[in-house]
DNA sequence: CCATTTTGTGGGAACGCTCCCACAATTGGT
DNA sequence: ACCAATTGTGGGAGCGTTCCCACAAAATGG
């Protein structure tokens, strides 16, 4: 292993101390500019680079911030991961990136290594299992601000950032009644879900305020698994009377829906609608184009960061849990609206 | 800021010394066994969580690899980052990720950050921009292990992972030739880039194998910009004797071009067949079906973090520029055979 | 021109850990 | 019972920084 650069190095060669070369090389005022140009060129000419790891242990902070997201599969959080990233490297931090897999222990595990490497602080997208927030009240214990986006859960005092899921899918619905639509079935995420529920409950008011019957038979929630959304929309078009329409939880699942409603010939929307929620990339490649709730995806990641940026400055006991919520549109195509444009 | 639980913390509360927790907490074998459980049970209780900055800087080493891909909105990079995230959890080592946003100035910026860092490896994929490798012989040049995948270039003696990107693209072409095209297109990448000059050679040659005449005017290379994707297929359809097919350097872009080509009306594949390359997210929900060289994307991220954790336990100079070239396969659906299976 | 402020520099503790060296305590073989 | 090997523990240097304190040199002001 070759020797590494360090300040000592600089110190000896310009014959004077590590102090001033640090003082040099982090911009402090007071150092003569001939030293600070010395310095400067030395530091260059020896391909010296900060050791962030001694920076940080002295400082005892890692301009890190860590990001918690369930999966990498769909496009969704890779793009909010993109958002968040942009912010936090405007403000000089880097970011570390960990993906739960979505299973809880994998969260936790995730949680350690963010504590283990001292993140500034922590931006997190639950899974699908989690009920249980003792490892992320550890980040508040320990005054690391924690901020949840996308999948996130009110058990815990942070500040999140979600969008209407409630309205959007309420749109949703309401969009497909004012096509006509009266059986209009759900696939619904799980309900340990906060965002799951939230969309579960736009969906029954909407059908509420236009009078139609909520046949539970119609309402089913899965684990997000893609592998099983397939059996469940089967399930829901072999009923005695098959919907006329389907909400999905989000647009993979939709789409998932909107493959197989192809394969068995039924006509896309007359006999039957879906309506999904997202956006994400495919959604308008397929044939019909799916509407869907178009959500701010790497705006979620900016403002999520934004607000971690915010508490990271300022001290724990003034950090407030403001839950910040983004609009929703609604994308009309062809999945809801024959002829509808992309 | 609250007070962080150090090995002092447990030290000082067992009456003995921290070399004896560390050692405890470490498992190092020479520690009795009731000293060792005393320890673990303080350490849970206090909630410690090991300092990893000071770790790594103790043991100048950081448990940590990073990886820096030119873009995050492919599904490709991805999953290619799934896959080393698993093999490198596996080993103990946690990831860095950054991306270069496709520009140059990024990729330098982002290869600074890994050095500082002090990453105990780095797994890159070049931008379309880059043709200056001075900031990864940096790399070499500090004994850090470099691993080149995907988008690599051979004026650095590193490690590669490829497809076999001559052949998959031979293969496309064979196959539309086969079907009976005669004038085939190829919007290409930028010719900076290795693996855009291979695909380029692959359709080039089967061309010449079935003594079809190679037509300049049926060749574009492009910089991979999306966006303009569009223009180059359009002014492919608009030359006085168009393309009877049309084989694209990545699946977003054949993607566009299948886009195109159904706003158009031309009858796919009759009129003009499309091939794409990757098997992204998306080619298998567009009709007809895109047919394409699919690779193992999972797999080049797997192999890739295998390489280079080979090197890091190795010494630099057992280190071998090995090229680890992937299989891809034909994957033949609607875009260039009628009626395909999906 | 001397007291006072400002500017530039050096010395060294601290950050939390690992790991080498020294040494005490225990064990084992004869 | 004695010496050697093994096991368990403590002490302290070192990792590469930052940052506080001390202090010399230069600038400022009446």
């Given at each position: 292993m070759k020797h590494q650069v360090t300040i000592i190095d600089i110190a000896r060669q310009l014959n004077i101390s590590k102090s001033t070369v640090s003082r040099a090389l982090t911009g402090h005022p007071r150092v003569k500019e001939a030293t600070r140009r010395a310095v400067l060129d030395l530091a260059g000419q020896?391909?010296?680079?900060?050791?962030?790891l001694a920076i940080n242990l002295s400082s005892s902070r890692s301009k890190t911030i860590g990001i918690i997201v369930p999966e990498f599969v769909t496009s969704f959080f890779p793009i909010v991961i993109m958002g968040?990233?942009?912010?936090?490297?405007?403000?000089?931090?880097?970011?570390?990136?960990?993906?739960?897999n979505e299973t809880y222990e994998a969260e936790v595990a995730n949680a350690k290594v963010m504590l283990a490497n001292r993140v500034?602080?922590?931006?997190v997208s639950l899974t699908r299992e989690t009920k249980n927030f003792e490892h992320l009240a550890m980040f508040t214990r320990k005054a690391i601000p924690l901020v949840l986006f996308n999948r996130v859960c009110y058990d815990i005092e942070v500040p999140k950032?979600?969008?209407?899921?409630?309205?959007?899918?309420?749109?949703?619905?309401?969009?497909?009644?004012?096509?006509?639509?009266?059986?209009?079935?759900?696939?619904?995420?799980?309900?340990?879900?906060y965002i799951s529920r939230k969309r579960l409950e736009g969906y029954k008011d909407a059908l509420?305020?236009?009078?139609?019957?909520?046949?539970?038979?119609?309402?089913?929630?899965?684990?997000?698994?893609?592998?099983k959304a397939r059996m469940y929309v089967k399930h829901?078009?072999?009923?005695?009377?098959?919907?006329?329409?389907?909400?999905?939880?989000?647009?993979?699942?939709?789409l998932e829906a909107l493959l197989l409603i192809k394969e068995r010939?039924?006509?896309?929307?007359?006999?039957?609608?879906?309506?999904?929620?997202?956006?994400?990339?495919?959604?308008?490649?397929?044939?019909?184009?799916l509407t869907t709730i178009a959500q701010p995806t790497r705006e979620i990641g900016r403002v999520a960061a934004q607000l971690l940026l915010e508490q990271t400055n300022?001290?724990?006991?003034?950090?407030?849990?403001?839950t910040r919520v983004l609009k929703t549109e609604l994308l009309i195509r062809g999945s809801s609206v024959q002829g509808a444009s992309k």
């Open positions: 020896l391909d010296y680079q900060r050791n962030m968040a990233q942009e912010v936090a490297s405007e403000s000089g931090y880097t970011v570390l990136i960990c993906q739960s500034d602080g922590v931006l950032v979600v969008v209407n899921d409630y309205e959007g899918a309420f749109n949703a619905t309401e969009h497909l009644i004012l096509t006509g639509k009266k059986r209009i079935a759900h696939l619904a995420g799980p309900q340990s879900l509420r305020k236009y009078n139609l019957p909520a046949d539970d038979e119609l309402v089913i929630s899965y684990d997000l698994d893609l592998g829901l078009l072999d009923q005695p009377q098959p919907p006329d329409a389907l909400f999905a939880v989000n647009d993979p699942t939709a010939g039924l006509s896309i929307p007359d006999q039957i609608a879906v309506v999904g929620f997202s956006n994400d990339y495919g959604s308008s490649l397929i044939e019909p184009g300022t001290d724990a006991s003034t950090w407030k849990p403001v």
